[in-house]
């Protein structure tokens, strides 16, 4: 079975949004707790690009609440408005 780099369909970093996230979660897993404010109890959490390259790195990733997650994309736009 051809997977990963292996693959002739094997974009590297030039994969889609997408595609990247689906690759973080198989890598990584469901996040289950925020990284930033510790919550565990909420329905929803994300893996977030802490660079904003989207690099095929897993190292670049992070578990965020979804709040958490919109302040710190928020915060990297406009650094001087937001505080996370």
């Keep these: 079975m051809l997977i990963g780099e292996k693959h002739p369909n094997w974009k590297g970093d030039q994969v889609s949004y997408g595609s990247l996230h689906r690759w973080v979660y198989r890598h990584k897993g469901s996040p289950k707790i925020c990284e930033h404010c510790k919550r565990d109890d909420l329905k929803r959490y994300d893996w977030a690009n802490k660079s904003g390259e989207y690099k095929r790195d897993l190292s670049d990733w992070m578990r965020l609440c979804r709040s958490c997650h919109a302040k710190y ?4 736009l406009n ?3 937001w505080e996370i």
């Design 73 to 76: 994309d928020l915060k990297r």
């Design 79 to 81: 650094p001087e408005q």
